[in-house]
């Protein structure tokens, strides 16, 4: 086969082969679609942080506004300490309130803010100070049987 | 036969496996050593990047579709009984991405590239053409194998992204046109549960893996075949054998090192 037409071949090859993996990237992975450029770091303690992962989302009004990066047990305290980092374009007053939500019955948990009213914002390495656990699925059945068994019997 | 002929047939075969190991690496590295002038002559690599990649781009396109395809209707069917078949997306993608696009792509690179290769250096060794080049003061590792080397690591990693993004297509084809899942959960799901550090590029880095391990498998096979009509066929037999072998328990201990406790 001539030269040129073998480069004009291994040419297209290559391309195809990169442009695969740029739409991979771009419309399969979240390359594209999730770019927090600035961040700062909040962190927050919770009880009982069920089946929360790092990377999980957070979000505000339902809007994606961070991720988790970081979960640790504090030993002083006994509780999960959850680090986070949010967007720097988003700021939460100071009693902002966090809760580990799932979304829909069975699927992946995240942490819901919940502003408050203070005028002052939170900083970079503070710490929130009001959350909610997760709901424990085992938990909840537990109360309403131990409910139903103190029902007086009919 | 008696117990200690048997134990002498386990120990010569154990010698002789470790031996051609030795022999494959010393291969490996000698084709490293010698690839510098290769590179220097990039339109050989160009020629063989021609015969590895561009002749296996229609097999792995098509094979691609019709995984991602099954993967949709078989997704669908399992996920839609827990009401929860706007995951298919997720499902074919890190199916595709994490696994079967690495994995498949290079099986079919090694029987489609790495049999040829290895059936076109044996028959090389048999006519006595690389015999011929080292009386020229030509070196045969330099000049044969080191470009086929390097085609090789080149073109699998485009091969397997491309077998991934034909895949997904096959699955969006079938799940969303043909069964009417809603698009918009299909692609969103997948952008938020595929990672591309975490996902893609270890997929990448599999590939990468696996046709460094084929190429080498199938030019050392070749390298190493008796210079007879029967020595080439079971070369190439092996070259196929061998590195479907390695890359799937390969694949194994990569999955096990990557995607561990995430």
């Known amino acids: ?154 | 036969m008696s117990a200690a002929e048997t134990i002498r047939t386990i120990g010569h075969r154990a010698i002789n496996a470790v031996w051609r190991i030795g022999m494959a690496a010393r291969f490996f590295f000698l084709t490293l050593v010698y690839s510098g002038s290769s590179i220097r002559r990039f339109h050989l690599i160009i020629k063989e990047l021609f015969s590895t990649g561009v002749m296996s781009l229609i097999i792995i396109i098509v094979a691609g579709l019709f995984v991602g395809m099954v993967l949709g209707l078989q997704g669908y069917e399992t996920l839609q009984r827990y009401g929860s078949e706007s995951a298919l997306g997720v499902m074919v993608a890190l199916g595709l991405v994490r696994e079967l696009g690495p994995v498949v792509a290079a099986l079919l690179f090694a029987s489609r590239a790495g049999s040829a290769m290895t059936a076109e250096i044996g028959l090389m060794k048999a006519t006595e053409q690389i015999s011929a080049m080292e009386m020229m003061a030509v070196n045969p590792i330099a000049r044969i194998v080191a470009p086929r080397f390097w085609a090789g690591v080149i073109s699998m990693p485009l091969l397997a992204a491309m077998f991934s993004a034909a895949g997904i297509f096959g699955g969006y084809f079938v799940g969303v046109v043909q069964i009417g899942v809603d698009e918009g959960s299909f692609w969103s799901q997948m952008q938020a549960a595929v990672d591309f550090r975490e996902d893609i590029l270890n997929g990448v880095i599999k590939s990468f893996v696996f046709g460094t391990v084929v190429t080498v498998i199938a030019l050392f096979e070749g390298y190493d075949a008796p210079p007879t009509a029967e020595g080439v066929s079971g070369a190439t037999t092996r070259t196929v054998v061998t590195s479907s072998l390695a890359i799937l328990m390969l694949d194994f201990v990569l999955t096990a090192i990557m995607f561990r406790g995430s």
């Open chain 1, 1 to 154: 086969m001539e030269r040129t037409t073998l480069d004009l071949w291994v040419g297209i090859f290559v391309v195809a082969g990169i442009a695969a993996l740029v739409m991979l990237a771009m419309k399969v992975g979240n390359l594209g679609t999730y770019n927090m450029s600035e961040s700062y770091q909040v962190s927050a303690y919770f009880s009982n942080i069920g089946g929360l992962k790092p990377k999980a989302s957070i979000k505000s009004a339902g809007v994606l506004v961070g991720r988790v990066t970081d979960i640790s047990l504090d030993t002083e305290r006994y509780e999960a300490k959850v680090t986070m980092s949010l967007d720097k374009r988003y700021l939460f007053p100071k009693d902002t309130f966090a809760n580990i939500l799932t979304s829909g019955l069975l699927g992946e948990q995240y942490i819901g803010l919940m502003p408050g009213g203070d005028s002052e914002m939170i900083k970079n390495g503070e710490v929130i100070k009001k959350t909610q656990s997760a709901v424990v699925l085992e938990d909840l059945i537990g109360k309403f049987i131990y409910n139903k068994a103190e029902e007086p019997a009919k």
